[in-house]
T-cell receptor, first 115, second 111 residues
Framework: NAGVTQTPKFQVLKTGQSMTLQCAQDMNHEYMSWYRQDPGMGLRLIHY???????DQGEVPNGYNVSRSTTEDFPLRLLSAAPSQTSVYFCASRITGAGRYNEQFFGPGTRLTVL | AQSVTQLDSQVPVFEEAPVELRCNYSSSVSVYLFWYVQYPNQGLQLLLKYLSGSTLVESINGFEAEFNKSQTSFHLRKPSVHISDTAEYFC?????????FGTGTSLTVIP
């Protein structure tokens, strides 16, 4: 299994540009999520999905859109990039439900710079 | 709302010395607790987790954490650290569909 994969690894955008960060997992996990990591602030949840066709907002959803058309893929879209969106973005997935499967598996991250 | 507090942003410690990284959480409902480790330029990896049962949980590389419900804490400890333990450590709590992360503790092991 490749686990959770993210592309690209690095990206530089100009203010106002749009782009999509890709995330895919091959573990058949129902739950997928996007986080941003900023110095001194830890990881903050942007959006999450509990299954294909179902998405919901996390702590910091403004400026980002998501969709979940398949179990495997969960892209994150920046509609009009702003310097405040400069960050490292992590995608994660896990099995839903209670019990010993609540561990999240993280991708390697995408480092985004908005000029 | 759930919150996770890591009291120390940076912890320097000499090699082979013991270390404790502190984590407190706030929740009025049952939570699952985790410690993740992040090495430079990498994603997060699960270090250990508390779901239920024994309040003391251990990892394969010598770390342990104790769930203390009365103090709402989940501190991470290691009796003797190695250079390779230098990394960022995140405490996290899971309730329902959301994970809440602390702000991280940067552990630096000094030779």
């Amino acid at each position: 299994n490749a686990g959770v994969t993210q592309t690209p690894k690095f990206q530089v955008l100009k203010t106002g540009q749009s782009m999509t960060l890709q995330c895919a997992q091959d573990m058949n996990h129902e739950y997928m999520s996007w986080y941003r990591q900023d110095p001194g602030m830890g990881l903050r949840l942007i959006h999450y999905s509990v299954g294909a066709g179902i998405t919901d907002q996390g702590e910091v959803p403004n400026g980002y859109n998501v969709s979940r058309s398949t179990t495997e893929d969960f892209p994150l879209r920046l509609l009009s990039a702003a310097p405040s969106q400069t960050s490292v973005y992590f995608c994660a997935s896990r099995i839903t439900g209670a019990g010993r499967y609540n561990e999240q598996f993280f991708g390697p991250g995408t480092r985004l710079t908005v000029l | 709302a759930q919150s996770v507090t890591q009291l120390d942003s940076q912890v320097p410690v000499f090699e082979e010395a013991p270390v404790e990284l502190r984590c407190n959480y706030s929740s009025s409902v049952s939570v699952y607790l985790f410690w993740y480790v992040q090495y430079p330029n990498q994603g997060l990896q699960l270090l250990l987790k508390y779901l239920s049962g024994s309040t003391l949980v251990e990892s394969i590389n010598g770390f342990e954490a104790e769930f203390n419900k009365s103090q709402t804490s989940f501190h991470l400890r290691k009796p003797s650290v190695h250079i390779s333990d230098t990394a960022e450590y995140f405490c996290a709590a899971n309730t329902g569909n959301q994970f809440y992360f602390g702000t991280g503790t940067s552990l630096t092991v000094i030779p």
